[in-house]
C-alpha cells in the first residue's frame, strides 16, 4: 500500500509535452491539412459556381445567392452536431463520417439536374464542411501545448493553399469544360483522407476523457517510438484526477483551477446509457452558456463570427464585382446577365487567395 502511494504518476499533458513534436506530429499535421485544404476548397468554388449556373439556368441574383446561403445554413447544423458526435464516439468517427458526407454531397452537386437539386446537394456539403473543426482539434490534441500557436498557423496556411489550387483548378477547368467537372475535380481530395483512414490514431485526450488511459497509453508508446523518444516513468493517470473539487492544486508545475464541478464526462458509456442522444446534446450547449465559461464563450463566438463575416464577405464579393453586372442590366431584366470575360474572376479570386499565405508567412 505505502509502495502504491509513492508511485510516480504523470499526466497526458506531461506525456505529449515529453514525445514533443517530431514525425509524428508531422505526419499528422499532413493528414488534417489535407482535410482543412478540401475544405477550402469546397467553400471557394462558390465563387465560381453561381455566376456559371445563373447564365446557364436563368436565374435570378437572389437565387444565385442561396446557393451560398444554403452552404452556411448547412455548416450552422453541421457546426454543432460534430463537435458533439466527436465527444461521444471519437475524434476518428467525427471527421470521418464528414469525409464521407462532404465527398458524397459534392460529387453529386456535379450532376444535379436542375437548380433545386443543387440546392440541396451544396446544403448538405455545407453540413459535412461544418465539421472541419473536428480534424484541427484532433490535431492540436497531438501537439505540445508550447507550440499549439506556433502550428495552428502552419495548419491554417493549409487553408490558404486549398483556395490558390481552388481558384488555379477554376481557371483551367471552368473555360473548357464547365462547373460540373470542377465540382467533381473539387471533392476528389477527400478521396485521400478516406483511403488513409485506417491508418490514422485516435486522440489520446478522446480516451483519457472516457476514462480508457490504457488505450491512451498505446498511443502514446507508438508517438514516443515515431519521435524516438521516452514516456515520463510512472504511470498514465487522467487530467481530472489530479484536480480537486473546488481547489486550486498543482499539478507538473502548473497551477490548475477548476472551473467546473467534477463528474463523469458526458462520454462515458454510464451517461450514454442514461441519457439520450438529444439530452447528451443540450447538455453540452448548457455547460458552454454555465457561468464559469459564458464570458468566454460569447467572446468566441464573437470573435469567430467577426472573423468568417469579413473573409467570406470578401471572398463573396470578389465574384460579385467581376460578375458583370451593371447598373442597366436591371432595366434589361432581373435574368440577363450582362458578364465580362470570366478570366477576370479567376483572376482576382487568385490574387484574393494568394494575400492569404503573404499573410500566414507574415504571422
Not at 446557393?67 to 452536431?81: L, P, R
Not at 442522444?277 to 464563450?297: C, F, K, M, N, R
Not at 463566438?301 to 451593371?326: D, E, K
Amino acid at each position: 500500500m505505502e509502495g502504491q502511494d509513492c508511485e510516480s504518476t504523470f499526466t497526458l499533458e506531461d506525456a505529449i509535452d515529453s514525445i514533443g513534436f517530431g514525425q509524428f506530429q508531422m505526419l499528422i499535421l499532413l493528414y488534417a491539412g489535407i482535410s482543412w485544404m478540401a475544405e477550402a476548397m469546397e467553400m471557394m468554388l462558390l465563387s465560381f459556381v453561381g455566376p456559371a449556373v445563373q447564365s446557364l439556368w436563368n436565374l435570378t441574383p437572389k437565387e444565385q445567392s442561396f446557393i451560398s446561403s444554403v452552404v452556411f445554413g448547412g455548416m450552422m447544423i453541421g457546426a454543432y452536431s460534430w463537435g458533439i458526435l466527436s465527444d461521444l464516439k471519437g475524434r476518428r468517427v467525427g471527421f470521418f463520417v464528414t469525409a464521407v458526407v462532404t465527398f458524397i454531397a459534392g460529387f453529386l452537386s456535379a450532376l444535379s439536374p436542375d437548380y433545386y437539386s443543387l440546392l440541396f446537394c451544396r446544403a448538405i456539403v455545407g453540413v459535412g464542411l461544418g465539421g472541419g473543426h473536428v480534424v484541427s482539434s484532433w490535431f492540436l490534441e497531438f501537439v505540445p501545448s508550447p507550440h499549439r500557436g506556433q502550428w495552428m498557423v502552419v495548419f491554417s496556411l493549409f487553408w490558404t493553399v486549398g483556395s490558390v489550387l481552388e481558384a488555379s483548378l477554376a481557371w483551367v477547368v471552368m473555360p473548357k469544360l464547365g462547373w460540373r467537372w470542377l465540382l467533381g475535380f473539387s471533392s476528389l481530395p477527400l478521396i485521400i483522407l478516406l483511403a488513409f483512414y485506417p491508418l490514422v490514431p485516435e486522440s489520446p485526450w478522446y480516451f483519457t476523457a472516457k476514462g480508457e488511459t490504457s488505450k491512451a497509453l498505446e498511443i502514446l508508446q507508438k508517438m514516443a517510438m515515431v519521435n524516438k523518444k521516452e514516456l515520463p516513468a510512472g504511470r498514465l493517470i487522467s487530467q481530472t484526477s489530479v484536480l480537486k473539487k473546488d481547489k486550486v492544486v498543482e499539478a507538473a508545475g502548473v497551477e490548475m483551477v477548476q472551473l467546473l464541478p467534477l463528474g463523469p464526462p458526458i462520454v462515458t458509456a454510464d451517461v450514454e446509457s442514461r441519457f439520450s442522444i438529444v439530452e447528451q446534446i443540450t447538455s453540452s450547449l448548457l455547460v458552454l452558456v454555465s457561468p464559469p465559461l459564458v464570458s468566454s464563450t460569447l467572446l468566441l463566438w464573437f470573435v469567430f463570427f467577426t472573423n468568417a463575416f469579413t473573409y467570406y464577405g470578401l471572398v463573396l464579393l470578389t465574384s460579385q464585382l467581376s460578375s458583370g453586372y451593371t447598373d442597366c442590366a436591371a432595366e434589361i431584366g432581373p435574368k440577363s446577365l450582362l458578364r465580362k470575360d470570366y478570366n477576370n474572376l479567376y483572376r482576382d479570386v487568385f490574387i484574393t487567395s494568394l494575400a492569404g499565405i503573404i499573410i500566414c508567412w507574415q504571422v
